[in-house]
């Protein structure tokens, strides 16, 4: 069994930056997707950024070009460097696991099995 666990969430001010991490235990390949979502209170949850076995990524557009998601397979960690933050990125974020290693759908939460606990990241503006 998957286990994923979120760290790195805070609060900051609007322009400010983030780092999330997520480290996945139980699974010992290479070969696996994962992903960032994000749910704000009265919305869908949403993909934000995923990143496949060949480290391919693919974001949303609202965070192109300031979100950063990157993986270090040794460490089994999924990172998700976040800058110029602004108070619609507020939302509880969550890391995904699926052991298919590749996707042409990184940012549907569907195509994800394993889900972590969450953790919030607060703008203020």
């Known amino acids: 069994q998957v286990h994923l666990v979120e760290s790195g969430g805070g609060s900051v001010q609007s322009g400010g930056s983030l780092r999330l991490s997520c480290t996945a235990s139980?699974?010992?390949?290479?070969?696996?997707?994962m992903g960032w979502f994000r749910q704000a209170p009265g919305k869908e949850r949403e993909g934000v950024a995923g990143?496949?076995?060949?480290?391919?990524?693919s974001y949303a557009d609202s965070v192109k070009g300031r979100f950063t998601i990157y993986r270090n397979n040794a460490r089994s960690t999924l990172y998700l460097s976040m800058s110029r933050l602004t108070p619609e990125d507020t939302a509880m974020y969550y890391c995904?696991?699926?052991?298919?290693?590749?996707?042409?759908?990184?940012?549907?939460?569907?195509?994800?099995?394993?889900w972590g606990q969450g953790t919030q990241v607060t703008v203020s503006s």
């Open positions: 990143i496949d076995s060949d480290h391919l990524t």
């Open positions: 139980g699974y010992t390949e290479t070969k696996y997707i």
């Open positions: 995904a696991f699926d052991p298919r290693p590749w996707s042409f759908t990184l940012l549907e939460p569907g195509q994800y099995s394993h």
